[in-house]
């Protein structure tokens, strides 16, 4: 009986949080009616260039994703529907929701503590993803970019106690979790999941939200790709960790020595090809 009422109580914190940051505009109008498109199976370029091209923030972040190095042909792309047409139909679709919600979380105060690391997460995600079978690139890129959403959601509703939380050093992450749940009796990455749950997000990215501390919790489950989303995302983010302390030596080895590649299967020389991309793509990004 315990137990089922600790799991009310955090259903009902959980709803109560993924109203606020409704509220918040957190998931604004334009992420609403991109989503809307992607569920449309006559949809094409013309219609999700209708909808970004009313955002010149979005519209700015699409052409520089299509002039980064994974993208950018020859040419600098200057016009949106020549972006979205270099990055495809199915990849824009999703990367462009995801960049309309990272538009509006940058705006909220002290997201900075969260949203670069996010970003850098969201580059890492997608080149792992071209050398596994876990998820594709795309959405890769969506789970890397919204797989800390909790935190910023934290920020708001707990504030300067949770800041601080965050900015402490030293702590573990378990031990950042178990501060999280004390604060709010809840971690950011449930939060996270149950935010992109009622916003409709698919469930391999769902599941990689939730369980990128914890990857092991669907191993053996039916459907192994969902442990592979998971075993994805958790090692982006360490790699970004470890990138952003040490750079790039020994990072190939580490990689593939990692416990979240077991399922990934991410070889040495793959490995060695996805450092010196992600090295020449976070290049691109902080410059």
């Not at 971690?187 to 698919?202: I, N, P, T, Y």
């Not at 970004?240 to 190939?252: F, M, Q």
């Amino acid at each position: 009986m315990l137990l089922l009422e600790e799991s009310d109580v955090v259903d009902g914190v959980c709803d109560g949080l993924v109203d606020a940051a409704e509220n918040l505009g957190m998931f604004p109008e334009i992420a609403r009616q991109i989503q809307q498109l992607s569920f449309k199976k006559m949809a094409s370029i013309p219609d999700l260039e209708v909808i970004v091209s009313r955002d010149v923030a979005l519209t700015a972040r699409i052409l520089r994703l299509a002039n980064s190095p994974y993208y950018g042909g020859r040419r600098t792309v200057t016009a949106l529907r020549h972006a979205l047409v270099s990055i495809g139909y199915v990849d824009a679709v999703q990367i462009s929701l995801a960049l309309a919600m990272t538009s509006v979380l940058v705006r909220h105060p002290r997201s900075h503590l969260v949203m670069a690391h996010s970003a850098r997460t969201a580059v890492i995600a997608r080149e792992l993803a071209r050398h596994t079978r876990a998820l594709e690139p795309p959405e890769a890129f969506v789970a890397g970019m919204l797989h800390d959403l909790g935190k910023v959601v934290l920020l708001e509703a707990v504030g300067q106690s949770y800041a601080e939380v965050l900015e402490r050093p030293g702590l573990t992450e378990p031990e950042r979790l178990a501060a999280e749940r004390h604060l709010a009796h809840v971690d950011h990455a449930v939060l996270g999941e149950q935010c992109l749950k009622r916003w409709r997000f698919s469930c391999g990215t769902t599941l990689a939200v939730r369980n990128h501390h914890q990857p092991e919790m669907t191993h053996g489950l039916e459907g192994r790709p969902a442990f592979c989303a998971d075993a994805l995302i958790a090692l982006a983010d360490w790699v970004e960790h470890a990138y952003t302390d040490s750079g790039t030596s020994g990072l190939a080895a580490a990689i593939v020595a990692h416990p979240c590649n077991v399922p990934l299967e991410i070889d040495d020389a793959r490995a060695v090809e996805a450092v010196d991309v992600i090295q020449t793509e976070l290049s691109a990004l902080s410059g």
